[in-house]
Every structure is written in structure tokens, then in C-alpha cells.
T-cell receptor
């Protein structure tokens, strides 16, 4: 069964450094998302992306964050200058259509640790 | 106000028994979808079951079923014949918006940790 893949599985970065998290969504999916989950807390929406532009972003997704789909397969989340509070599990998700009745399929996540 | 409320931080169930995980939601949108995801200790998010606001029947997927009570705004997950492998965190989530065209996000509850015992 096709799946969303995320790399790396674990990223350790010094505070203030840039980090890029990578995702390969399911190949025929059109809508892409990033979520994060701080340890022990609920999953929070960061951003949605469709047709090569951001559809919606949360208040968490400030100027330090950006997303890109540099080619036909990858979908990346960049954090320009990481802070300690960026430490979390970051999930990429994709869905075929944006409608409410479509489940979003999640990758296994990237655990980001900021030192 | 919380859009998704899961009031049970932790639940225990014996193997082979059924268990109900509660979820209530709040929305003024007539079109929405409710989803349950399982998160094992390894961390991945696994989609389990979906219920649409216009669906007439409760959703079922194998041992998972959804007790959808629209007037009460509840969408409880029922797991029948629990197995040790069901031990995990379970999240209820909602998508709002019209049925087509939008890239609507999922809003998650705080989750329920289920522990299946022998």
C-alpha cells in the first residue's frame, strides 16, 4: 500500500540553525500538510499546501517556517532559525482531495530535537 | 472552546473485551468529517475510521466502529475484542468545511491512552 515517507526519522540540531524536514507524499495525492506534536501533547496543524501554494497556516507557522514542493515528489518544511520550543515530532500528511470526507495519510514523523 | 474533547486521558481494558473511547466535538459547520487515529508507542499516526456528518449509518471497519450521535455531537470509537496490540494512544480529529475543494485541516483532541491487559 502506498505510504507517506519522511526523512530523517530523527534530527538533532543546535539552536539557531536551519533545518529542513523532507516528505514524499503518496504519488497521486494533491493536498499536503504539516503537523507537529510536542512530546505528550496533541497534534497541532501547521500548514496546508495545494496547487503549489499555501492554503492555510496556523499561528504557529510564523516567518521562521516555510514550505516548498521543489519537484514533483518532495514536500519540505524549513525552519530558518530553530528555537528550543521547536523540539517536537513533525508529521507530514497527504490526501487525494481536500474534501472533509478524505482521510489524511500520515508519515511516520521526524523527531526534531533542538539543543 | 475546544473543537474536539476527549475526556478520558487513560483507559484500561482486558484482552478480548470491548472498549469505548469518548469523543465530543463542537462545530457550527453542517459539513464535517470525524476521524480516529491510532498512535502506537513507535510514534506513527495510523488512520482507523471515518464518519461524515451526512452519513446515515455508523461507520465500521473490522473491529472498529463509531457510535455517532449527531444531536449530542459525539463520535465515540468502539473497539471490539481488544488485543494487546491495541495498546496505544487514540486521537479523535475533525475536518470542517464544504465537501469539495478545500484543503481543510484536521483538528485533534488530546487523545486517550488505551492499555490492554491480559
Amino acid at each position: 500500500e502506498p505510504e507517506v515517507t519522511q526523512t530523517p526519522s530523527h534530527q538533532v540540531t543546535q539552536m539557531g540553525q536551519e533545518v529542513i524536514l523532507r516528505c514524499v507524499p503518496i504519488s497521486n495525492h494533491l493536498y499536503f500538510y504539516w503537523y507537529r506534536q510536542i512530546l505528550g501533547q496533541k497534534v497541532e496543524f501547521l500548514v496546508s499546501f495545494y496547487n503549489n501554494e499555501i492554503s492555510e497556516k496556523s499561528e504557529i507557522f510564523d516567518d521562521q517556517f516555510s514550505v516548498e514542493r521543489p519537484d514533483g515528489s518532495n514536500f519540505t518544511l524549513k525552519i530558518r532559525s530553530t528555537k528550543l520550543e521547536d523540539s517536537a515530532m513533525y508529521f507530514c500528511a497527504s490526501t487525494l482531495r481536500g474534501a472533509v470526507n478524505q482521510p489524511q495519510h500520515f508519515g511516520d514523523g521526524t523527531r526534531l530535537s533542538i539543543l | 472552546a475546544q473543537k474536539i474533547t476527549q475526556t478520558q486521558p487513560g483507559m484500561f481494558v482486558q484482552e478480548k473485551e470491548a472498549v469505548t473511547l469518548d469523543c465530543t466535538y463542537d462545530t457550527s459547520d453542517p459539513s464535517y468529517g470525524l476521524f480516529w487515529y491510532k498512535q502506537p508507542s513507535s510514534g506513527e499516526m495510523i488512520f482507523l475510521i471515518y464518519q461524515g456528518s451526512y452519513d446515515q449509518q455508523n461507520a465500521t471497519e473490522g473491529r472498529y466502529s463509531l457510535n455517532f450521535q449527531k444531536a449530542r455531537k459525539s463520535a465515540n470509537l468502539v473497539i471490539s475484542a481488544s488485543q494487546l496490540g491495541d495498546s496505544a494512544m487514540y486521537f479523535c480529529a475533525m475536518r470542517e468545511g464544504v465537501y469539495t475543494g478545500t484543503a481543510s485541516k484536521l483538528t485533534f483532541g488530546t487523545g486517550t491512552r488505551l492499555q490492554v491487559t491480559l
